[in-house]
């Protein structure tokens, strides 16, 4: 019997850095009553706020969601206020070290940015991110940007001899995520375990970027049954599945180290 289900936040739940549709919102106030939910993302708290909390259901049992921002770095919970539970923090020396190799990185893979909307890159405190064309660029600019990730991962293997105790991870349409080493979506998939007690063969996860060297990967590698969405339709889609099949008193879903 599934207890939790884990989400992904940007290209699972909400289009990049946009708001979650009526649709979602409502299916995951639904989903809240029946079970716990979870969403790790990239994303830093201010995001969650934006995209997620400002839009679920007044009423939904906002004491069964758990958040996990910034690849599960940090760790926050609800008891009538948002609480937060843990932060990795990186120290100033290691941020400063990572926004070099960015900077590098980014020079030396030839990609061509023609426009950047916004700062590139994004000090988050347990993590820094690079959004290649910025944090404020258009969705429209960013989904044709680098579907196959293909220039990402040019820019990611350059960053991984000057930065090699880091955890370099690919996530949304044009971010690059660098936390401390060992410290990604598995890591925010044990701290649930810590936290709820709960077994992984007990969770359920969704996310756009179940592959090797997306963001999402780390959870299905650490043995989470896992299913692969294209977009936020399909995310509905799955919840109304898991509602109506917890109705039955069972979830079905594949077996880890595969997505359906």
Known sequence: MKRLFVFDLDGTLAASKSSLGDDVAELLGDLLEVMKVAVISGGGWPQFEKQLLARLPENCRRENLFLLPTCGTQFYRYD???SKVYSEDLSDDQRQQIIAAFQRALDESGVVVEHVWGEAIED?????T???????APLSAKEGWDPDFAKRRRIAELLAPLLPTFAINMGGTTSIDVTKPGIDKAYGIAKLREQLGISLSEMLFAGDAIFEG???????AAGVDAIQVRDPRETARVIQAVIACLGDGHVQIVSPGRSS
């Open 214 to 220: 997306g963001n999402d990967f780390p959870v299905q």
């Open 80 to 82: 009538g206020a948002w």
């Open 130 to 136: 690079l959004s290649v064309l910025g944090q404020d």
């Open 124 to 128: 988050r405190g347990s993590q820094i």
